[in-house]
């Protein structure tokens, strides 16, 4: 598709309030990701407060990520069927209002249905907000757009950890929800006014894919449960490998579905593409590595030190930073660069920085350690974006947006689960062995993936656009 055909279908320079519109999608986007890490600094007390188990504790987190991530394809099916706009605002207020419910419960039911609700809300609002970034922008513009995204993404998960500090300690661990009520009342009515009316969507559109979309979570949640399952009851027990087999069953159900439906939940052939099945990988590998040293850091900080919610949440400032920083020199260096350097330069970074408390395990080695690889994974939030989002067709853009946020989502559940049971006896007990082997796991992924980033991830190219020849049928 030319650039000429993109100027037709979304004019980017016609729309002078763009880049407010960046700032209000980017800090709507911030919540999104605030919301779990801010909670993992309050797990402690929730559990505490409500009698959680391990377990319960972790569902906690993957409740809503399985759930945002589970329905973001319905999610960015629905932006393309109805419009960006609508489902922008229908998102906000549907997580305003269940992160009220949230902050409200007394029970883990409760915590547990608020939570799943956050993630329905989320998974409208994000893959159209993301959506919106790609088509109001272009070229170098966009890539700056997309680096300004991750970097407060990024950022954001990093400063949850310090909001959740300070809320926890302060008012109490129910304002980690609460204050997601009047911040996204204020966005809703900023984008209501900012972003332009739409046309009515066409008469003939195809049907949602709602079986589609409970194929895809349902065979997710079936991982995700293995996952936790296992600190207890072993990686290698019937239940954990039976529960693996049908996730997998499940998908492969879910991809031969996409193939006979009228009106399939995404086209299997964009996630074919390369560069957009390399970015998936890439999100997902960012942030399964920074939730799980989230959650390894406040539990050892917590638990294992018995230092205070806003000490522990001050301790994660640097990380906050890097995660920034590493996120906005990656948007300024990516066109000079090109992705496969900087993707296997982040995941190295990553990994060295896993390897610091795996080798020496102290309050100074996790903070050092960490921050060091936050700097990683805030780069890989960019170079995934841009990899997978950088020139798809506009039409193509929704269903894109929501490839990428589904899978950062399942980075974010598969992270929390895999080192929750890996350190299931340090959460549970005095010893440290278990956070010790959640570092040593992060950082041994890490350096899998930079193998895989480097067989994987497109070389420097001259500016054309990908195969987009193939529109979804």
Do not use: C
């Not at 027990?237 to 995404?266: C, H, I, K, N």
């Amino acid at each position: 598709m030319t650039h000429e055909a993109v100027r037709q279908t979304s004019p980017p320079e016609s729309h002078p309030a763009r880049w407010r519109i960046l700032g209000f999608l980017g800090v709507a986007q911030l919540m999104l990701i605030l919301d779990v890490t801010v909670v993992a600094i309050a797990l402690p007390h929730i559990g505490t407060d409500l009698g959680l188990s391990r377990e319960a504790l972790t569902w906690t987190v993957s409740a809503y990520t399985l759930t945002f991530g589970g329905l973001m394809l319905l999610g960015g099916r629905i932006t393309d069927l109805v419009g960006a706009k609508r489902v922008v605002l229908a998102g906000l207020l549907l997580f305003a209002i269940a992160s009220l419910v949230t902050g409200l419960a007394g029970s883990a039911g409760v915590l547990l249905g608020g939570r799943v609700a956050q993630g329905v809300g989320a998974a409208l609002l994000s893959p159209s907000a993301l959506s919106l970034v790609v088509s109001l922008f272009d070229g170098e513009e966009r890539n700056k757009a997309l680096g300004v995204w991750a970097a407060l993404g990024g950022g954001g998960a990093a400063l949850g950890v310090l909001l959740g500090g300070l809320l926890t300690a302060g008012p109490g661990w129910s304002w980690v929800f609460y204050v997601n009520l009047p911040i996204g009342l204020v966005i809703a009515v900023a984008l209501a006014v900012l972003l332009p009316v739409q046309p009515s969507a066409a008469a003939d559109r195809p049907r949602l894919d709602v079986l589609g979309a409970l194929l895809v979570t349902a065979s997710s949640a079936s991982l995700i449960y293995a996952l936790i399952a296992a600190g207890e009851r072993g990686w290698l027990t019937t239940l954990t490998v039976g529960l693996v087999l049908a996730a997998a069953v499940g998908y492969v159900v879910f991809t031969l579905w996409q193939r006979r439906a009228r009106s399939p939940l995404m086209d299997v052939r964009l996630l074919a593409r390369r560069p957009v099945a390399t970015g998936a990988f890439l999100i997902l590998m960012a942030t399964a590595l920074m939730i799980a040293v989230f959650f390894l850091g406040t539990f050892y900080f917590q638990h294992a030190l018995g230092y205070g919610a806003l000490q522990a949440g001050l301790l994660f400032l640097p990380v906050a930073l890097a995660t920034m920083l590493g996120a906005n020199l990656t948007g300024r260096m990516l066109g000079r660069w090109g992705g496969r350097t900087l993707a296997v330069a982040s995941l190295t970074v990553a990994a060295i920085g896993m390897a610091v408390p795996a080798v020496a395990m102290s309050p100074v080695s996790v903070v050092v350690g960490v921050s060091v690889a936050a700097a990683g994974t805030g780069a890989m939030f960019v170079i995934s974006s841009a990899t997978a989002l950088g020139q798809v067709a506009p039409h193509e853009a929704g269903i894109a947006s929501g490839i990428v946020s589904t899978f950062h989502e399942f980075g974010a559940s598969i992270g929390a689960a895999v080192v929750s049971s890996v350190a299931a006896a340090s959460l549970a007990g005095t010893t440290l062995t278990g956070f010790t082997n959640g570092f040593i796991v992060a950082a041994v992924a890490a350096a899998v993936a930079v193998v895989a980033a480097a067989l994987m991830t497109p070389g420097r190219s001259s500016g054309q656009a990908p195969d987009v020849s193939s529109p979804p049928s």
